[in-house]
T-cell receptor, first 111, second 117 residues
Framework: GESVGLHLPTLSVQEGDNSIINCAYS??????FIWYKQESGKGPQFIID?????DKRQGQRVTVLLNKTVKHLSLQIAATQPGDSAVYFC??????????FGSGTRLLVRP | DTGVSQNPRHKITKRGQNVTFRCDPI?????LYWYRQTLGQGPEFLTY????????KSRLLSDRFSAERPKGSFSTLEIQRTEQGDSAMYLC???????????????FGEGSRLTVL
């Protein structure tokens, strides 16, 4: 079955540095991937998505990279800010658009 | 606020009691999802609806759980005879899906936190 996992449970970065959060997935049939940000006590908030026919997509201060060969995706956050502190989840979607989430990486931004 | 709305935000109940959560999706969204999230974990899929039809249920959804979306708008998730293991955040999400549209993002509500004593 599908599983999505993250390499590190916690990532600590200095304010202003770039952050890279990694994620691995197992289901080759997943054709859509999303990164969500979740702050304490709140629901997940969409950050950026990418389809399987792409290997890179950029948003405002964020970039998602998809490597289908090794079933890996990453989220890069440029110039990390205190407001970026949260738990980040990657999720893969199947044809019925059922999202399978990983366990999350907590991003801590040091002032 | 035109986002996904969930009520109640918090519910504390005694073991064995029944609880019901309500989700109001974004008005034009035809797909509605329920997820459960425990501390330190990612959301786990429970079930989803397209309009009023419940199209898929996870094995996580025991027979004590029932979800409805009677008019294709709001949805309810009922848990009967609650157990301490049911304590979690119950998240609702919605999206608009039609035949030729590619998959898009899910919009999540703030969740309903259940504590079973």
């Amino acid at each position: 079955g599908e599983s999505v996992g993250l390499h590190l449970p916690t990532l600590s970065v200095q304010e202003g540095d770039n952050s890279i959060i990694n994620c691995a997935y197992s289901n080759s049939a997943s054709d859509y991937f999303i990164w969500y940000k979740q702050e304490s006590g709140k629901g997940p908030q969409f950050i950026i998505d990418i389809r399987s026919n792409m290997d890179k997509r950029q948003g405002q201060r964020v970039t998602v990279l998809l490597n289908k060969t090794v079933k890996h995706l990453s989220l890069q956050i440029a110039a990390t800010q205190p407001g970026d502190s949260a738990v980040y989840f990657c999720a893969g979607a199947d044809s019925s658009y059922k999202l399978i989430f990983g366990s999350g990486t907590r991003l801590l931004v040091r002032p | 606020d035109t986002g996904v709305s969930q009520n109640p935000r918090h519910k504390i109940t005694k073991r064995g009691q029944n609880v019901t959560f309500r989700c109001d999706p974004i008005s034009e969204h035809n797909r509605l999802y329920w997820y459960r999230q425990t501390l330190g974990q990612g959301p786990e899929f429970l079930t989803y609806f397209q309009n009023e039809a419940q199209l898929e249920k996870s094995r996580l959804l025991s027979d004590r759980f029932s979800a409805e979306r009677p008019k294709g708008s709001f949805s309810t998730l009922e848990i009967q005879r609650t157990e301490q293991g049911d304590s979690a955040m119950y998240l609702c999400a919605s999206t608009l899906k039609w035949a030729r549209r590619e998959t898009g993002e899910l919009f999540f509500g703030e969740g309903s936190r259940l504590t079973v004593l």
